[in-house]
Every structure is written in C-alpha cells, then in structure tokens.
C-alpha cells in the first residue's frame, strides 16, 4: 500500500507560481510511474503531468506544457509540480497518483493509488 498526502495548494494570481508537493509514506516511491491529475468543479477529472520512475522520462498535457513542470525525489519520497504561469483555468483541485506499470501514463483509471487533492485557485 502506498498512501499519498498532497501540500502546496493555495491561492495564486495568474502569472505567478506555486510548487506542489505529494509525499508518499508506506512504500519507496521509487518504484512507481507517478503523476498529477485535475478536476475542476463540474468538469471531469483530467491528467495533467506523469514522470517515470527516475524521473528521466516525463509526459505533460498540452495546457500545460511549457509552464508546468513535474519532478521527483525518490530520496524524500516526494513528488513535485511546479506551476509557473498559471492561468485562471488551471484552477482545481490537484491529485497526485502512482501506479508501477509505464504503460498508458494519462490514463487515470489506471493508478491504483491516489491522495486526498489539494486545491489550486488562480485568480485573474
């Protein structure tokens, strides 16, 4: 079992920044593909970023490639992403997932472990 405690959230003016941080406990992270998804109110939740286990290989959505940035720390069990230059639709609640399996890095439905969310506000 992985459990998964996301930090970071808060309110943000566009075009500022804001560093997300998901720490694991119960097992090495280092062993899991992990990743940020999103869900706004009313709207379906969505894959955002996914790294590989070392960090090597990375994979963005397109409204956030260029300006969101995830990495990992396998030492510290932590998995970051940093927001920069988000924007009022970047607005959410942000989740962090793990799963060991490569295989079909957007597809939320198949991570088996995920975090409670963290809420992410971009004001205009």
């Known amino acids: 079992q992985v459990q998964l405690v996301e930090s970071g959230g808060g309110l943000v003016q566009a075009g500022g920044s804001l560093r997300l941080s998901c720490a694991a406990s119960g097992r090495t992270l280092s062993s899991y593909i992990m990743a940020w998804f999103r869900q706004a109110p009313g709207k379906e939740r969505e894959f955002v970023a996914a790294?590989?286990?070392?960090?090597?290989?990375?994979y963005y959505a397109d409204s956030v490639k260029g300006r969101f940035t995830i990495s990992r720390d396998n030492a510290k069990n932590t998995v970051y992403l940093q927001m920069n230059s988000p924007k009022p639709e970047d607005t959410a609640v942000y989740y962090c997932a793990a799963k060991l399996s490569l295989r079909e890095p957007m597809s939320g439905d198949k991570y088996a472990y995920w975090g409670q969310g963290t809420q992410v506000t971009v004001s205009s």
């Open positions: 790294c590989s286990w070392s960090g090597g290989t990375t």
